[in-house]
């Protein structure tokens, strides 16, 4: 009997996983780097930084020549959720709390729900498939079984062997994060690796929100430019059908380290600084192409729009 590519069971244990290995240490971080951003970045933060998290905990083993898995990727995570904690206790001690988005009203409720259709959108064109609708997939499938399977970072996923650097690069982080949700919460690879690059593809408008909030400096702009997006961009259904997983997953990336760059560059925040540098060591290790595109995208000055 075929099984659907949607299952609700395999979504909720996928989903709750996520939360724990993705996107509660991923937030931990931007709560860090960034805590007076507004909630929809710092929300926007988690998946770039969380793969950012993977990539330099699966580096230190790699080059040390030790196992990766969930042991070593909370050795980074767990003190990130407790600075994180930490940092929240003591803004809260701090009176007034502020925020940058003190003005901006309930605009970035309209990026949410955007997500959420989206995310109906797609579980309902796809609950119908029983596999992706590509190629690419089975290859993602395979380097994740590998991965789960034998506890590595691979520093070059089209070698001939596990643990073998003599092959060609490919960036890894997708499939290893996949696989520590794998760890969590075992389900079809399939699936797994379906559901991870639905994820991000989900969560794309609140980084296009945050990007617009950031560049214009009005967050009713960027909740209109994050609205009109659902006529003009046909992304989520486009990179579901087309394979191109590691590539949805570095889009988050642009509007992160463009936001990042902006304030650690031209306003000498050091801790923007910190975390531009770790948010490209996360997107070197994603799809290193895009550097440009974040490069390009970082705004130079706020614009002036009266509304």
Known sequence: MNVSLITPLDVIRFTLAYLVVVYIPGYAIAVVARPRAPLVERLALAIPCAYSLV??????????????????????????IAAAAYTSRRRRSTTPVTTDSTNDGQWWLVAVGVAIVQAVVLGAVFAGYVAPPNGDAVSHVQWTNMVARAHVFPLALLSAHTGDATGGFYPPVFHVLTALVLGVAP???????????????????????????????????????????????????????????????SQLFIPALALALRDGLGRGDRRAVALSAVLGVGLFYTHPTEFITARAARPRHRARIVT
């Open 55 to 80: 990539a330099l905990s699966g580096l230190a083993t790699a080059l040390a020549g030790l196992p990766y898995g969930l042991l070593a990727y909370a050795a980074l995570a767990v003190p990130a």
């Open 187 to 249: 389900m079809s690879p399939i699936h797994a690796v379906f559901y991870s690059v639905l994820a991000t593809a989900i969560v794309l408008p609140l980084g296009l929100f945050a990007y617009m909030r950031g560049a214009t400096g009005n967050a009713r702009i960027a909740a209109l430019a994050t609205l009109a997006a659902l006529a003009f961009d046909p992304l989520p259904l486009y990179i579901a059908t087309q394979g191109l997983y590691t590539f949805v997953a």
